[in-house]
Nanobody, 113 residues
Framework: QVQLVESGGGLVQPGGSLRLSCVAS????????MQWYRQAPGKQRDWVAF???????YYEDSVKGRFTISRDNANNIVFLQMNNLKPEDTAVYYC???????WGRGTQVTVSS
C-alpha cells in the first residue's frame, strides 16, 4: 500500500523559510515523478513543483527562484525548501506520486505577520 506523509508546515512570517518533507512508503520514490501541490482556502488545488526520476525539476512561475524541490532516494523522502515566503503562499501543501497517482494528506503552511 502506497503512503505519502507530509510534514514541516507551520506559521511563518513573510520573508521566512520552511522545509516540507514527504516520506514515501510502499513505493520506490526514486522511480516516481514526485510532485508538490497546494490548495488555498476556497481555491482549487494547484501544481507547484515536480522532480522527475532523473532529477529534472520544474516549478510553477510564482515560486521559481524561491522554492526548491529535492529528493533523498536513500530514505525515500522528497523535500520542498520554501524561501522568501509570501502571504499568498498560504495553503495546504500536498505531495503526489506519479504514475502511481497517490496523494498525501497535506501539511498546512501559513504565512502571516
Amino acid at each position: 500500500q502506497v503512503q505519502l506523509v507530509e510534514s514541516g508546515g507551520g506559521l511563518v512570517q513573510p520573508g521566512g523559510s520552511l522545509r516540507l518533507s514527504c516520506v514515501a512508503s510502499g513505493i520506490d520514490a526514486s522511480l516516481q515523478t514526485m510532485q508538490w501541490y497546494r490548495q488555498a482556502p476556497g481555491k482549487q488545488r494547484d501544481w507547484v513543483a515536480f522532480i522527475s526520476p532523473s532529477g529534472n525539476t520544474y516549478y510553477e512561475d510564482s515560486v521559481k527562484g524561491r522554492f526548491t524541490i529535492s529528493r533523498d532516494n536513500a530514505n525515500n523522502i522528497v523535500f520542498l525548501q520554501m524561501n522568501n515566503l509570501k502571504p499568498e503562499d498560504t495553503a495546504v501543501y500536498y505531495c503526489k506520486s506519479a504514475p502511481t497517482d497517490s496523494w498525501g494528506r497535506g501539511t498546512q503552511v501559513t504565512v502571516s505577520s
